[in-house]
């Protein structure tokens, strides 16, 4: 398991992954929260994607997402989602979306994936669902 997490960020261009303390909200054991920025395309999905497996063999089994600042997504970005959602099923786990973006809901509901993938207005609303 990763000791450190305030050192977690990941950067490629104008995409960001950055874990965040929430110190208001505690969240589950085994668990990572992190703030997405830019456009998760075909390069930046597949950074995204290395990232969250790693911490998965890690030992995470709780990944929290935040895409408030997220000005785009793509079917390879839905794609990591949907396969980290599919790994994190299988071990009794789960992924979270939070607090999208309108470009990134509008996307979501025009591919129907709002209604396989879990999301929550907010972090605390998301933690208290199991």
Same mark, same amino acid.
């Given at each position: 398991?990763?000791?450190?997490?305030?050192?977690?960020?990941?950067?490629?261009?104008?995409?960001?992954?950055?874990?965040?303390?929430?110190?208001?909200?505690?969240?589950?054991?085994?668990?990572?929260?992190?703030?997405?920025?830019?456009?998760?395309?075909?390069?930046?999905?597949?950074?995204?994607?290395?990232? *969250? +497996?790693?911490?998965?063999?890690?030992?995470?089994?709780? !990944? =929290?997402?935040?895409? @408030? #600042?997220?000005?785009?997504? /793509?079917?390879?970005?839905?794609?990591?989602?949907?396969?980290?959602?599919?790994?994190?099923?299988?071990?009794?786990?789960?992924?979270?979306?939070?607090?999208?973006?309108?470009?990134?809901?509008?996307? *979501? +509901?025009?591919?129907?994936?709002?209604?396989?993938?879990? !999301? =929550?207005?907010?972090? @605390? #609303?998301?933690?208290?669902? /199991?």
């Amino acid at each position: 398991m990763i000791e450190n997490w305030s050192d977690y960020t990941v950067e490629s261009g104008d995409f960001k992954m950055e874990v965040l303390h929430q110190r208001f909200v505690p969240l589950p054991e085994s668990s990572v929260y992190f703030e997405l920025s830019g456009e998760i395309n075909l390069y930046n999905s597949q950074i995204m994607k290395e990232n *969250l +497996e790693i911490l998965i063999s890690k030992g995470i089994n709780f !990944i =929290f997402l935040n895409f @408030e #600042q997220v000005s785009y997504i /793509d079917s390879s970005g839905l794609g990591v989602c949907l396969g980290i959602h599919s790994k994190l099923m299988k071990q009794k786990g789960f992924i979270r979306i939070i607090s999208p973006s309108e470009k990134v809901r509008y996307v *979501l +509901e025009l591919t129907k994936l709002r209604s396989l993938l879990q !999301i =929550f207005p907010t972090l @605390e #609303q998301a933690v208290k669902t /199991d």
